[in-house]
């Protein structure tokens, strides 16, 4: 037979008040109750009379006073509260994330046991197809590692010996890669907010993302003021074929052309100006802002791939976004003049026809390798060399 | 115009939340298929006039408006009846501080002092206190200064900054003692007002009970069933009921009763408190 279990249990609380903690051993108490056991509390404390009475009255429990002594009977809500709660988690393993998270997770941590009541979080972006990179931890992890410091890791101060005019070409360069900056900051900047964050390394590469992008819009516009007080030109083409970017409204689309053609684009450019800068500063920021862009490329391949591979149908819409996107630019003057004219320059390093031809050649050359890019990245997600060859070609001609 | 059935609530907007509250509560009972509505007013006594014109059918009541509408009522020849309240409604009390290093030791020590209180008007930091104290010998005004701390006056008590504002008296040494209700000695001390251990408990009142849900004798009795039926059905395992019960401040609702009152009625027979908001009404 089981033994009855005593109908009081006692608790002293020695001398410690409620305003000193002691609420904690009775709680602890409580929470050893079965509904047909109360708790008899005994202390020294000054206040305990009416600090326990006021406390057990606004947990819900009962409070009497007998022979003496204090009496509390725990609420029938007890733990009404997390009853009905669930597990942030669609597996068991608090680790791994489901395939849907649900709104009513909220914010929590994944594996939280989460109250019923909590409001529905509106976050578009929930289930793991349209989000999941098993590659995001990694390259969080790499991309926490590179973080690099705008002012220590560039050396700003090394001597700029180039003719005026080449600088000028530098400073329009800049003020071009600015703008695609923000952009290229704005676009995940968007969508970070709608992932449900039960993807927590998703959000977390992508806010590493965004502050890659404020980085390089630091080192390029420092750059750009480094002999100059005021910035280039910025164009209506230009401006336009990133409008088209910041309204995409459909985050796969958004990223196959942000990251897969446009970062991808700029991968080459920046190691173009790495290659090809006419002074120590120029080419090391290049040089770090490549290294960051190339993680951003690697984190949409991966997501995309694995989206197209269970969704293999994407693929058309990503073709159809290029081609409508191509339709909608047709009309503006693609790349501007000045960022051309600026390249080349920038490559030549002076106005020798020996030298302009040089740089020429090396911009062309330039425009071949992101081709190439292009089409091996379209490649990696599942599309043919003719239609891959196709959609690069209707890629902007804004290179981002 | 037609004559909606709704069963309507008044209450007093003490703080904007109170709008919050019942509208949650509406849409709960709407949800059950019961037409609720409340109205608000600024104070109780306005209330009260308008729950005796018959401009609503139930009143959130605080105990002091609970004994204006029964005075009010039995001019009238009615009645006046309590149908649901808070668990946390029930066997309360108020506490005189004082600190722990100064001249007060005892009830009597007050004499010729002076004694912070919450809004006049209110029952926990006011009326029940001084009346507590008045049986204990030492009686407000004759032998010792009250300084009020009226915040919000016609809200009864409702607003919690008398009751800070009475601490902080004490703590500075504007006053001497400062009257509260039980609870927020523990929720000053945690929210940092007066450092634990510096203030002290010089006396205790009986237990006494809060606010109820107020109807009259005309009351429709299938609706005024139905709505006390809702409400005591309403459970902190529902998570739809839950967020209004935490938000309103209780885990249960309970039955009525009419016992918990006899303190605070003794406090404004001895300080005629509501004589002459009474005999405007009335005359
Ligand atoms: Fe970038
Ligand atoms: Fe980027």
């Known amino acids: 037979m089981e033994p009855l279990r005593e ?89 791994s994330p489901g395939e849907h998270a649900s709104s009513r997770w909220g914010v929590a941590a994944r594996g939280a046991l989460v109250e019923d009541s909590v409001p529905a979080w509106d976050f578009a972006l929930g289930d793991k197809d349209s989000v999941w990179s098993d590659d995001a931890p990694r390259l969080y992890a790499m991309g926490a590692a590179a973080q690099w410091d705008p002012a220590t890791a560039v050396p700003w101060s090394s001597e700029l010996t180039h003719p005026a005019e080449v600088e000028d070409a530098v400073v329009q360069v800049m003020t071009y890669l600015i703008e695609n900056e923000t952009a290229a900051l704005q676009v995940p900047a968007r969508f970070l907010g709608r992932v449900h964050p039960h993807y927590r390394e998703i959000v977390q590469v992508l806010a590493l993302q965004c502050a890659d992008e404020a980085r390089h819009m630091e080192v390029f516009t420092r750059r750009a003021l480094l002999q100059r007080d005021a910035l280039g030109l910025s164009t209506a083409g230009g401006q336009r074929s990133l409008q088209t970017l910041y309204e995409e409204p459909d985050y796969a689309i958004a990223s196959f052309l942000l990251s897969v053609l446009g970062e991808g684009s700029f991968l080459s450019l920046l190691w173009f100006l790495h290659a090809h800068g006419p002074d120590e500063v120029t080419r090391s920021v290049a040089k770090l ?85 292009r089409r091996g990245r379209l490649a990696r997600l599942g599309f043919s060399a003719g239609e891959a060859e196709a959609l690069s070609a209707l890629h902007t001609r804004n290179f981002m | 115009m037609t004559k909606d059935h709704s069963f309507v609530l008044g209450a007093v907007a003490y703080d904007p939340k109170v709008v919050t509250i019942w509208e949650g509560f509406r849409q709960y009972f709407a949800a059950r298929g019961f037409a609720f509505d409340f109205v608000l007013y600024t104070h109780y006594e306005r209330q009260v006039e308008a729950h005796l014109r018959g401009d609503f059918d139930v009143a959130w009541n605080s105990p002091l408006s609970w004994l204006e509408a029964q005075r009010y009522a039995v001019t009238l020849g009615r009645r006046v009846e309590a149908i649901a309240m808070r668990d946390s409604d029930r066997d309360l009390t108020s506490v005189v501080l004082v600190r722990a290093d100064g001249p007060v030791k005892s009830v009597t020590d007050l004499k010729g002092r002076i004694v912070a209180v919450g809004a006049s008007d209110s029952p926990q930091a006011t009326l029940i206190p001084l009346e507590h104290l008045a049986t204990q010998g030492v009686l407000a005004e004759r032998d010792f200064t009250v300084l009020r701390h009226d915040v919000m006056v016609g809200k009864h008590g409702d607003h919690v900054g008398g009751e800070r504002d009475a601490v902080r008296a004490l703590i500075n040494g504007d006053a001497d003692a400062a009257c509260v ?78 016992t918990g009152y006899t303190q605070l009625a003794a406090a404004i027979d001895r300080f005629d408190t509501i004589a002459p908001w009474l005999a405007r009404v009335t005359g």
């Open chain 1, 7 to 95: 109908r009081i249990i006692d608790v002293d609380l020695g001398d410690l008040g409620l305003d000193e903690g002691a609420h904690l051993l009775v709680q602890r108490a409580l929470a050893q109750c079965d509904p047909a056991q109360v708790i008899r509390v005994r202390g020294t404390a000054h206040a305990l009379a009416v600090d326990l009475r006021g406390w057990a009255r606004a947990q819900g429990h009962r409070f009497e006073v007998s022979e003496g002594a204090w009496i509390l009977s725990r609420s029938a809500s007890y733990d009404g509260r997390w009853r009905n709660a669930v597990r942030a988690s669609g597996t068991d393993a608090a680790t």
């Open chain 1, 289 to 373: 802002s490549a290294q960051d862009e190339a993680r951003h490329v690697a984190f949409s391949l991966s997501h995309l791939q694995r989206h197209c591979e269970r969704e293999p149908a994407i693929r058309a819409k990503f073709a159809r976004a290029v081609d409508a996107r191509h339709q909608a630019l047709q009309h503006t003057a693609g790349l501007n003049r000045e960022v051309f004219d600026g390249l080349v320059l920038l490559a030549a390093g002076g106005w020798s026809p020996a030298a302009l031809r040089r740089g020429h050649h090396a911009v062309i050359a330039l425009q071949q390798t992101m081709d190439e890019g």
């Open chain 2, 181 to 258: 209700i039980d609870g927020n000695h523990l929720s000053f001390v945690r929210e940092g007002l007066f450092a634990q251990g510096s203030l002290q408990i010089l006396t205790q009142t009986a237990p006494y009970d809060h606010c109820n849900m107020t109807v009259l004798e005309s009351v429709p009795p299938a609706r005024c069933a139905r709505f006390r039926e809702l409400l005591l059905g309403m459970s902190f395992d529902d998570p739809e009921a839950r967020p209004l019960l935490e938000m309103e401040g209780l885990r249960q609702w309970l039955d009525g009763r009419d």
